[in-house]
């Protein structure tokens, strides 16, 4: 940062140095002194797209996402066909909830670079976010055949093909994932609870212990290991995951409805009833969702 400091002193005009020392501070993930130097590159230069951008990208990792779309506008009012400003645009207006112009930006991004892995990518994403995972397979298996080692592409069409009920190859692709990321707590636990699921208890401990050893403040493995101790008959341990679990995210239906289940087996009815009713609260439809997977009260 010095040396941008004493060339800025020497050139206090130049856009492109405000602009450069920006992406600099985003790379140590200071956003806010990033944007000061973007705003400073478009005062000095107004048309400045790449700042424009970078902007952009800066407001959206703040979650500042009103405010990025505004700046891809631009960049997207100058040049319709900018690839990266699509689906950045389009990533902005699913955080909002905005899946149907997220997608819309996804395809304009894809029809301007039909290489664009990413693109395909967070389609699939939103295709499975919109419950369409026929199309969010498609997307997401050409995402992977553009970029074969995308780890978060083949975790994403697991979870499609999960959603779909075709858990041999929601498998398949977690074992790939797990294999390009093997320090990913998240391909771990996914892992665990599709796993569980298909009454493979032993190997699904497995994966939950192993993601727990890699993130040990990850909610939804403790839940999952929970999930996986309650079908093995052990209410005690299943119990310390849950409430390790709501202790991380107090708002999870699925672990206050596992948490439930253990006090009832562990006798303590009035506990069960406070936690299932919690449980019903946040997700009036827990029970019906959890029967699925072999939990009832």
């Known amino acids: 940062m010095a040396d941008y400091g004493e060339a800025l002193r020497l050139d206090p005009s130049n856009a492109l140095l405000f602009n450069n020392r920006g992406v600099a501070y ?7 002194k990033a944007i000061a130097d973007y705003n400073e590159a478009l005062r000095l230069k107004p048309d400045f797209a790449q700042a424009l951008f970078n902007r952009g990208t800066a407001n959206q990792a703040l979650q500042n996402y009103k405010a990025a779309i505004a700046d891809y506008d631009q960049v997207i009012a100058s040049d319709p066909h900018n690839a990266p400003a699509l689906t950045n645009r389009g990533n902005a207006y699913l955080a909002l909830g905005q899946a149907d112009k997220a997608v819309a930006d996804y ?7 039909p290489k664009m892995s990413i693109a395909f990518f967070d389609r699939g994403f939103a295709h ?4 369409e995972t026929g199309d969010a397979i498609t997307d997401l298996s050409k995402a992977v055949e553009l970029d074969p080692d995308l780890a978060s592409g083949y975790y994403q ?6 959603q779909a009920g075709d858990i041999p190859h929601a498998l398949a692709d977690l074992d790939t994932a797990i294999d390009k990321d093997k320090e990913n707590a998240w391909y771990r636990s996914a892992r665990c609870w599709t796993r569980a699921t298909n009454n493979k208890l032993d190997e699904a401990l497995d994966d ?9 403040s990850l909610a939804p493995a403790w839940q999952n290991r929970g999930f996986v101790r309650l079908r093995q008959e052990n209410a005690g341990l299943a119990l310390d995951d849950y409430n390790q679990a709501l202790a991380l995210a107090p708002d ?3 672990a206050l409805y596992g948490r439930g289940l253990c006090k009832r087996a562990l006798g303590d009815e009035a506990g069960a009833r406070g936690d299932l009713r919690a449980a019903t609260a946040v997700r009036p439809d827990i ?3 959890m029967s699925k997977i072999g939990l009832g009260p």
């Open 157 to 162: 069409r697991a979870l499609a093909y999960r």
């Open 128 to 131: 499975r976010r919109k419950n």
């Open 287 to 289: 029970a019906t969702e």
């Open 208 to 216: 939950c212990n192993e993601a727990l050893r890699l993130n040990p």
């Open 26 to 32: 985003q790379a140590s993930n200071n956003q806010m």
């Open 252 to 254: 999870s239906a699925e």
């Open 107 to 113: 395809d304009a991004a894809i029809a301007a670079d």
